[in-house]
């Protein structure tokens, strides 16, 4: 059965108004994209959500808290009231004693009055940009109407009964036999169908959820992370006062930030800076792009503004992982091994080797990575891209020989659950959390405890120590990790 995304549903129930809850009513995949069995499973069932995906990478759709009901069916023949079409492509009018094909039914819509109904856009070509349009004419906000699926006015009204009462699925999508009409009888402050949809009616699938009111997501007997006693100035401290181990040869912890393009390496860097700093910065290249913003190899440092010492940490950033160029193994294993030097220009058509300007050819300890940090996206856990996927398990597959410690950073946490984005301090509090990091483990093979979600700092301009304290959190792990690895590396030299 199909289950609504997380980023879906918390956007859907920031523009509902609350805390909600989608239970899947109906699906074309698996239900049959069929008037009939739409209403047969939606109608009477209060307040639902559609959901639209189309061939061209588009998910939108409509909502409604108004109950789908079914319309008087009349004969084309006579006029007179007709049973609802069953199974069969045939039906027999008593009146007309004829049997007619689904075709010469007819079914007058009625038009219901719902303020509150909308409709939306959630991914445009794949990339996650949720916009809401709410409804101008709230008297044609939805078409009750039995030969129709779901309509949401004149705008948005995907199919109708066919002859065959079943909209055949060819070239694995459903053809729309509807209408796509936006602006009628929804605002759409000038966006088209091509902003909308990309003005393609070509359905993967089609679902349908009923909305009901959600109970708070906090859990009530306790955090799902424990962190014990410690606080913000423990937390601070540790970091600072932290030096790699005696006769490691290693003046500093290297920590390799590892990521899609736009899951937030930079800003990940960034926000650590401000912790320390006091102070919102920026240093870091960051920013919203469909290629990679970072172009160098950096080896970031962070300076504490209580003690004025250079944490005993650097922050190494690459290139994002694009699942069409980006950076490729044999430059992440030259980067891993310290062959590749602060500032160095990646070269996107040839691979790092030794004839590189720079090419580190006799790396010492100091040089090599300590502990290697995934940052994902937290709302794109449940669609992360299978070619970087892919791209992450052979890196895992060759470093796990080597026993480098892995984590993973969970950015952007705040935007998948309501009473996070409300109160960055419940983020141990939250089951939905709490799933995220269960999820994100079982994908990347890594156990709990080594997946920290956190949120950096983007639209403040202050610092907030409720922000902070999961960034230093997963900091203080992994110090904690790259040490274990050095003494490991010691202790079998």
């Known amino acids: 059965m199909a289950e609504i995304q997380r980023r879906y549903k918390s956007v859907l129930s920031k523009w509902l108004g609350g805390r ?11 239900d049959g994209c069929s008037a009939p069995v739409f209403h047969q499973k939606c109608n009477g069932k209060g307040p639902t959500v559609t959901l639209l995906y189309n061939t061209a990478g588009y998910v939108f759709g409509g909502y409604t808290s108004i109950p789908w009901t079914a319309t008087a069916v009349t004969c084309a023949g006579c006029g007179r009231a007709a049973s609802y079409p069953q199974a069969t492509t045939t039906w027999y009018c008593t009146y007309c004693k004829t049997n007619r094909p ?16 909308f409709i939306f856009r959630l991914t445009d070509k794949k990339s996650f940009k949720p916009k809401c349009y709410r409804v101008k004419q709230a008297g044609n906000a939805v078409m009750q109407n ?13 199919f109708t009964m066919t002859v065959s ?26 966006d088209d169908n091509t902003v909308f949809c990309g003005n393609n009616v070509q359905y993967t699938d089609i679902e349908v959820y009923k909305v009901t009111e959600s109970e708070s997501k906090l859990l009530a007997d306790g955090a799902w992370r424990k962190t014990g006693q410690v606080n913000y100035e423990m937390l601070q401290s540790y970091i600072e006062r932290f030096t790699p181990p005696e006769g490691s040869k290693v003046k500093a912890v290297n920590m390799l930030l590892l990521g899609a393009v736009g899951a937030g390496k930079s800003s990940f860097f960034n926000s650590i800076n401000s912790v320390f700093q006091r102070e919102i910065t920026g240093l870091a290249r960051s920013g919203s792009a469909d290629r990679s913003l970072t172009t160098t190899y950096r080896r970031y440092r962070v300076r504490s503004h209580v003690t004025g010492d250079t944490l005993k940490m650097r922050f190494c950033d690459t290139r994002g992982l694009e699942c069409n160029g980006g950076l490729d193994l044999v430059d992440l294993i030259a980067v891993i091994e310290g062959h590749v030097p602060d500032r160095f ?59 480098i410690p892995q984590v993973i950073i969970l950015t952007k946490a705040d935007k998948v659950c309501m009473e996070v984005q409300e109160n960055v301090g419940d983020m141990f509090n939250s089951a939905t959390i709490g799933d995220l990091v269960e999820q994100a483990g079982q994908l990347f093979g890594l156990p709990r405890s080594c997946v920290f979600p956190v949120k950096n700092y983007e639209d403040e301009v202050e610092v907030d120590k409720r922000v902070d304290m999961p960034l230093l959190l997963c900091l203080k792990q992994v110090l904690r990790f790259a040490d274990d690895y050095l003494r490991d590396s010691m202790s079998s030299d």
């Open 20 to 30: 909600k809850e989608f239970t899947l009513l109906y699906q074309a995949t698996g």
């Open 102 to 117: 689904q075709s010469h039914l007819s079914s007058t819509g009625q038009y219901s009055n719902d303020p509150t109904a």
């Open 146 to 158: 039995s030969l129709y699926g779901p309509c949401f006015g004149s705008d948005l009204q995907p």
């Open 165 to 190: 009462k079943t909209v055949s699925k060819t070239d694995n999508y459903f053809q729309g036999n509807g209408s796509l009409n936006v602006g009628t009888d929804y605002n759409m402050a000038g």
């Open 345 to 403: 220009q990646f070269n996107p058509t040839v691979p790092i080797n030794s004839d590189c300007t720079g090419y580190n050819s006799s790396p010492s300890p100091d040089d090599k990575i300590h502990c290697i940090a995934f940052v994902i996206d937290g709302t794109t856990v449940d669609v992360f891209p299978e070619k970087i996927l892919h791209a992450i398990k052979s890196l895992q597959h060759r470093i796990n020989t080597k026993g």
